[in-house]
């Protein structure tokens, strides 16, 4: 089965501070992603990358960049945090294909004071 | 633009009823389409993946069809169970621009 590990489930940063979000997968996944889920917005792409230090923005990526500099790793930096960042974060992966299914990591839930 | 949406948003039923779950977009110029379910404050477990080309894939008590000329897709559980409960999201691979678009959700509750 796909593992999709992100480092911190729950979080706490104040405002201005410089946060990582990790995400590692182990299935040697060309394809990674970083979406953010708020209630009543859905999920929404923030980046993703289809190969090392290949990076695409996505729907929403100011205030954040990304780092691609291992296969099976993508980190999501928030390069000063504010408020309106704080939201449930997703990674995902997923094989060259594009018909190859997305898989997902547990999330992790970061609150920004 | 590519927008994907969902109806209904919440839908609540007795255990052992069949059920359906409608998803809706916009651009047919798509590479498949996923069901994914969520569990609350949790990541998105994949369900089911139609490609393109197929009209419908099944797994155990669902099944999910794709119209893509009418930009439609259901999702069919038969029997529900309370495990069941979840919000069921659905979401499309565009061949435009690489991405995957996800649809708002329905969250279900199904009542012992």
């Known amino acids: 089965d796909v593992k999709v590990t992100q480092s911190s489930r729950y979080l706490v940063k104040r405002t201005g501070e410089k946060v990582f979000l990790e995400c590692v997968q182990d299935?040697?996944?060309?394809?990674m992603f970083w979406y953010r889920q708020d209630p009543g917005l859905g999920l929404r792409l923030i980046y993703f990358?289809?190969?090392?230090?290949?990076?695409e923005k996505g729907d929403i990526p100011e205030g954040y960049s990304v780092s691609r500099e291992k296969k099976e790793r993508f980190s999501l930096i928030l390069e000063s945090a504010s408020t309106n960042q704080t939201s449930m974060y997703l990674c995902?992966?997923?094989?060259?294909?594009?018909?190859?299914?997305?898989?997902f990591g547990n999330g992790t839930r970061l609150t920004v004071t | 633009k590519q927008e994907v949406t969902q109806i209904p948003a919440a839908l609540s039923v007795p255990e052992g009823e069949n059920l359906v779950l409608n998803c809706s977009f916009t651009?047919?110029?798509?590479?498949?389409l996923q069901w994914f379910r969520q569990d609350p404050g949790k990541g998105l477990t994949s369900l089911l993946l139609?490609?393109?080309?197929?009209r419908e894939q099944t797994s155990g008590r669902l099944n999910a069809s794709l119209d893509k000329s009418s930009g439609r897709s259901t999702l069919y559980i038969a029997a529900s169970q309370p495990g069941d409960s979840a919000t069921y999201l659905c979401?499309?691979?565009?061949?435009?621009?690489?991405?995957?678009?996800f649809g708002p959700g329905t969250s279900l509750s199904v009542i012992p």
């Open positions: 995902a992966s997923m094989a060259g294909s594009y018909n190859s299914p997305l898989h």
């Open positions: 299935m040697d996944h060309e394809n």
């Open positions: 990358s289809y190969d090392v230090k290949m990076k």
């Open positions: 651009d047919s110029a798509i590479y498949n």
């Open positions: 139609i490609q393109s080309s197929q």
């Open positions: 979401a499309v691979c565009e061949t435009s621009y690489d991405k995957v678009i």
